[in-house]
């Protein structure tokens, strides 16, 4: 399993520790935010996504062995926006547990 695909959700304070632990066990990682920039380790994979949209979170967690949800909209949208994150990513895994 130590080729395992490990995808995180998030690149804030939650996000990086997830990844700084994960590759301390020598995982692969790829961490997924909306800018596609993040201060991380040369080896771990950046991607670009906006995770308000299940069809793109579909696109950036396939081949996921597994993935952690460290995305968070900001404090201030919480109101507006947690709900829409949180329903755009278990979307995806409520598909992915049926097939």
């Known amino acids: 399993m130590m080729n395992a695909r490990h995808v995180v959700l998030g690149s804030g304070p939650p996000g990086l520790a997830t990844v700084e632990a994960l590759l301390r066990r020598g995982h692969r990682v790829v961490v997924v935010n909306r800018s596609g920039r993040a201060d991380v380790a040369a080896e771990v994979e950046v ?3 906006d995770l308000y949209d299940p069809a793109t979170v579909q696109a950036v967690t ?16 919480w109101t507006m926006k947690f709900e829409v994150l949180q329903t755009a990513i278990l979307t995806e895994w409520r598909r992915r547990a049926r097939n």
């Open 47 to 49: 991607r670009r996504a």
């Open 62 to 77: 396939a081949g996921a062995t597994v993935v952690y949800q460290c995305a968070q909209p900001a404090y201030n949208e």
